[in-house]
Structures are given as C-alpha cells and as structure tokens.
C-alpha cells in the first residue's frame, strides 16, 4: 500500500511531508528546496512549467504566468496564460502534480493519496474546488483538513505532555486564519476559529509597492495595467526588501524603469522596519478582527491564552510578533519554521488515517468553520417575506455533530415545502452560499403552523446528512449533501452515514418521553397556580433539551422534571417513567 502523503497547497509556496521512522518528513523538489512557488507558467513552446522556473518566468513574462490563484479556488473565473484558459482548480492541479512527483522520487514508489490542508475559513465550494485538484493531480483526498489544525497537530505531536490553551495564527501568502484550542495529554480540542480568505503576504508586498510607485506620483492599478514588466518587477524586489525588513532596520527597494529594466542607474527607495509598520497598518489592523472573533466565539479572554503559535511564511514580519506581544503581552512560539509547519501537520493527520503507532495516543476534534441551515419565512406587518436564515448548526460547533430545529408551513393547506439548505453567517440567505435543498411533501392539510422538523448530521469528512419530516407523520425525507467529499466513493459515503447514526440523539422519538410531555402538559391545568409556573419552567426546559441533540443537557433536565412531579407528590407519572437520581 502507498504511503498517504500531507501536503500544505499554499498560495504562495506549497509543501510535501510523509510521516516515516515515527515522524514527518519534509520532501525535497527537483532543486533541493522544500518550499515549491505556488506560480504557474506556459511557454512559448505550450510547455507547462511549475514553480521556481515558472516564479522566474512571471518576472519577464507576467501575461505568461500564474500566481496566488488559490484565492480563486470555488470561483467560475479563469485565468488566460499564453493564449489558454485555466481554472484555479486546474492550475492548482498543476502544482500538485509536481509535489506528487517530487513525492514519488524522494518515497520510490507510486504515491496516489494525500491530505490536502485548506484555510480554516475556506467555504464549502473553495474545499470541494481543492478535492477537485487533488483529483486532476491523481491523487485521492483523504481528508480535508484546516491549516492552523494541522499546524497545532505538529505542535502537539512534538509536545504530547502539554496542558495549555493555545492560539494558532496561520499568516499565509494570500489568507489569514486564527484557531483556538485546547491541548491536553495528546488530545487536540478546537474551540473555534476564524479568518479572511483575501488577506496575506501578498497584501503585505503589494501594499510597500504601491507606497512606492506614490512616492514617484504613480498609482499601482493604473501602472499593473499600463507596465505589467514594471510592477512585476517592482513587485519582486519589495518582496526581498520585505524579507531583508525580517532580520535588518533598512532595505533599499530598486525601482524598475517602465519596461521592467533595473541597472546601475535605476533609483533606490529605502525603507526602514518602522515606515514598512506604518504602510502596512491598516492589513495589521484587519487582522485583529478575525483574533476577536475566534476569541469571542471561544468565551476566552487573552489572559487565558497560554501560548501564541505562528504559522505561515507571513508571521517571519517582526509586525506580527509585536501584534501579538501588545495584545497578549507575550512573545509568539515560533519553536517550528512557520512556513513548515502546516505540512508537517498534514503529515500527521496522515499518520492518524493509517492508525500508526507513533500517533495513537494523539486525539483530535474539529468545529464547524461555518454556520450551517435553512432558508425561512419571516412575517412583518401581516406579509411574509422571504429569504432569511435560520441556523441549525452553529459555526465552531465541535464535529461530528447532530442538530434538530422545528419550522412550520405558512400557508393554509400547505402540503410540502422546499427545504433550502444554506452555509454562512449572514442574515440573508442571497449572502450565504446554498448547498442544496430537499423536498418534504405529505404534509397534512390544516392551517399554518404545521409542524415541519428538520435535522442536521455532520462530520469529519464534510458530509451534510439533512433529514425532514412531519411528526407522527411517519415518513421521512433525507438528502445528503457531500460537496466538499466529491472524492469518496458512494461506498464510503453509505459508510460515513451508517457512521453518522451513533451520533444521532433524539429523544423526542422516544415514546417514553412523548407520553412525559403529553402527562406534563394535562397536568399543567390541574396544579396551583405557584407550581403550574414551576411546571410550566421545567417543561419548556425539558422540550428544548430533548431538540438540543445533547445527552447531558436532556438527562438533567428530565432528572429536573421528573424530581419536581416528585415534589408535587406525584410518585409515578407514568408506569414507563422512572425516577432518576
């Protein structure tokens, strides 16, 4: 059997890592390096070319070449490069193949699955975009995994022992991510995470060129159009100016004449560390907007945090380290090389697939990077309009999980509704992004307010099992939606459902506790006023815990109810209801 190989498909530069000898490896290309430019490139000849060669290319040749097109992953865009047209997937497929190939000689045998790491905020569309490139490279895609995950995998594999909260600030070439978790004696808890797909180095190096070009009373749009020899580069030594910027006070940026021609003529601008701080301020500033969040959806103050890790090529910039040490007055982790560290998480991801021993005390659990639900009607003013979302699995959910809501029809006599099925945080779902949808007919004639419920299973690998029906109606509608795992075969998707049925809790379907609520209720008209309130308090509760889907949450609020028909003197509600302590 081929080993599964972790590759981090970077905007920038890409990696690959093979777990071997009880540890993961990092994987040389053709020239010796392990990083691999994430740049395309055709020519003359139509000859496709792939990294350093190509990165080399986009200088000279720039309508040739290209570069940051993960940020087109899950877009219907296309990109020309000498007269052909390529979708990102495409290109993206290109890069891997490469990897693949690097791969196979390094291993000496034939290499046809990988996990492949994605932003944490990538969407649904932008994970199956990457399955799709995986595929078109040959490989099959095990699994899907969110970069500061596989970045705190590495982290906690070296470091098994530790008890700490972290926090993951994954800086890449083109996104930005923030993950927080929990690291307990080799288990892996994500509490919740955040991030901007349109923000990165990249963003960094455009905005010292464009500081340039104004200095000289030219604007960087209009120039990238006019000399794209220029810009391109300009682009290239404000990215080495960028990196000198990394380990020394000053760098001196040459400025290309328009037709892209830099020689002993050319004029120098030069930058110190503290004006570059300044230019970039408002990208520092973004970035704090994603840390709030993922702290905020965590309930974690920055004094909570126990260690701050950086990730990706980007937080070598002493900008990040001082964001960090001002917001949480420490220093960041920077114990493994950022730009390394992702792909030797998806080393051990793969290692975890493959049950090896080097890994089996490591745990991990993932969350719901996205809000997953429904397509409603809301009433105002006696109109019913359309459009809106109602959530049912919340973002940073911990996975797998199982979520049930109850909704109800609009119309009199209304038999069957159109469930649409939504991802994002919007309000509206026209802002959101839609996954599918499912038809749920046999619905009883009557007035509105029938009763519809609609339940969501998710897991691990990106399947969405989404079931409706009417209760006491008997029949039930079910529709699975697998975008992101285009890769699996359908045995394997039967066999994740099948998995997804142990995680299910519905105690609502239990007529044992039907015959409770429906006890309760009679019982509701016949105590004192002073304790209907009291009855009243702790059915409600009993009723939203049995549609909640958590088994703590039921059991105590069922133990609650049950103790209070004891205190109102009612021994034995029901011959199937037993007193629980």
Same mark, same amino acid.
């Given at each position: 059997?081929?080993?599964?190989?972790?590759?981090? #498909?970077? /905007? /920038? =530069?890409?990696?690959?890592?093979?777990?071997?000898?009880?540890?993961?490896?990092?994987?040389? =290309?053709? +020239?010796?390096?392990?990083? /691999?430019?994430?740049?395309?490139?055709?020519?003359?000849?139509?000859?496709?070319?792939?990294g350093s060669p190509a990165k080399e290319l986009r200088v000279t040749e720039p309508h040739r070449c290209a570069a940051t097109f993960k940020r087109l992953m899950g877009q219907n865009q296309s990109l020309k490069l000498g007269g052909k047209s390529f979708i990102a997937p495409e290109l993206s497929a290109m890069v891997l193949r490469s990897l693949k190939c690097d791969a196979e000689t390094f291993l000496g045998e034939t290499v046809s699955e990988a996990v492949i790491t994605v932003p944490a905020y990538f969407n649904d569309h932008?994970? %199956?975009? /990457?399955?799709?490139?995986?595929?078109?490279?040959? #490989? %099959?895609?095990?699994?899907? *995994?969110n970069e500061p995950t596989a970045a705190a995998l590495a982290y906690g594999f070296h470091d098994r022992q530790a008890r700490k909260k972290l926090l993951v600030i994954d800086l890449g070439g083109g996104t930005f991510d923030v993950t927080l978790m929990d690291v307990f004696e080799g288990a892996l808890e994500i509490i919740s995470t955040a991030g901007e797909n349109f923000l990165g180095g990249e963003d960094f190096t455009d905005r010292l060129a464009s500081a340039v070009l104004s200095s000289r009373n030219l604007q960087f749009e209009v120039m990238e159009q006019r000399n794209p020899l220029m810009v391109s580069r300009l682009r290239e030594e404000c990215e080495a100016a960028k990196r000198i910027l990394s380990t020394h006070e000053t760098a001196a940026i040459r400025i290309p004449d328009p037709r892209g021609i830099l020689d002993s003529d050319s004029a120098d601008f030069v930058i110190s560390r503290s004006a570059f701080t300044e230019i970039v301020r408002p990208l520092l500033d973004r970035l704090r907007g994603p840390i709030d969040k993922a702290l905020h959806d965590g309930r974690?103050? @920055? +004094?909570?945090?126990?260690?701050?890790?950086?990730?990706?090529?980007?937080?070598?910039?002493?900008?990040?380290?001082?964001? *960090?040490?001002?917001?949480?007055?420490?220093?960041?982790?920077?114990?493994?090389?950022?730009?390394?560290?992702?792909? #030797?998480?998806?080393?051990?991801?793969?290692?975890?697939?493959?049950?090896?021993?080097?890994?089996? $005390?490591?745990?991990?659990?993932?969350?719901?990077? +996205?809000?997953l639900g429904v397509a409603i009607v809301k009433e105002f003013g006696g109109h019913l309009e359309e459009g809106y979302f109602s959530p049912v699995i919340h973002r940073n959910t911990t996975i797998p999980v199982s979520r049930e809501e109850r909704y109800a029809t609009v119309h009199p006599h209304q038999t069957s509704i159109l469930l649409q099925v939504y991802q994002g945080e919007a309000r509206r779902v026209k802002d959101n992004l839609l996954l599918g949808q499912l038809t749920v007919d046999g619905i009883p004639p009557g007035p509105p307010g029938q009763p519809i419920e609609v339940r969501f299973t998710y897991d691990l690998n990106g399947i969405l099992e989404v079931e409706a029906y009417v209760p006491g109606g008997g029949r039930k509608f079910q529709a699975i939606l697998n975008h992101q795992s285009s890769g699996l075969s359908n045995d394997e998707i039967?066999?994740?459902? %099948?998995?997804?049925?142990?995680? %299910?809790?519905?105690?609502?379907?239990?007529?044992?506790?039907?015959?409770? *609520?429906?006890?309760?209720?009679?019982?509701?008209?016949?105590?004192?006023? $002073?304790?209907?309130? @009291?009855l009243e308090a702790a059915l409600d509760l009993f009723e939203q815990a049995m549609s909640s889907g958590d088994r703590d949450r039921f059991s105590e609020a069922r133990r609650l109810l049950i103790h209070l028909l004891l205190d109102l003197g009612?021994?034995?509600?029901?011959?199937?209801?037993?007193?629980?302590?």
């Open positions: 059997m081929s080993e599964i190989v972790g590759i981090d #498909l970077g /905007t /920038t =530069n890409s990696l690959i890592a093979v777990f071997r000898d009880g540890r993961p490896q990092l994987i040389s =290309n053709v +020239h010796g390096d392990t990083l /691999t430019p994430s740049v395309v490139g055709v020519l003359p000849s139509g000859e496709v070319i792939v932008q994970r %199956k975009a /990457t399955r799709l490139a995986g595929e078109l490279a040959g #490989l %099959k895609v095990r699994r899907i *995994v974690c103050a @920055r +004094h909570e945090v126990d260690e701050v890790i950086l990730a990706g090529g980007a937080t070598r910039m002493p900008a990040i380290a001082d964001l *960090v040490r001002d917001d949480f007055g420490r220093i960041p982790c920077c114990s493994l090389n950022p730009d390394e560290v992702v792909a #030797l998480g998806a080393a051990v991801q793969a290692a975890l697939i493959v049950d090896d021993v080097a890994v089996e $005390d490591v745990v991990m659990t993932d969350v719901c990077p +996205h809000t039967r066999e994740a459902v %099948k998995r997804m049925q142990a995680i %299910k809790f519905y105690p609502r379907d239990d007529l044992r506790n039907q015959r409770l *609520v429906l006890f309760c209720e009679r019982l509701v008209g016949e105590v004192g006023v $002073d304790d209907r309130d @009291r009612i021994a034995n509600p029901e011959p199937d209801v037993e007193e629980e302590s």
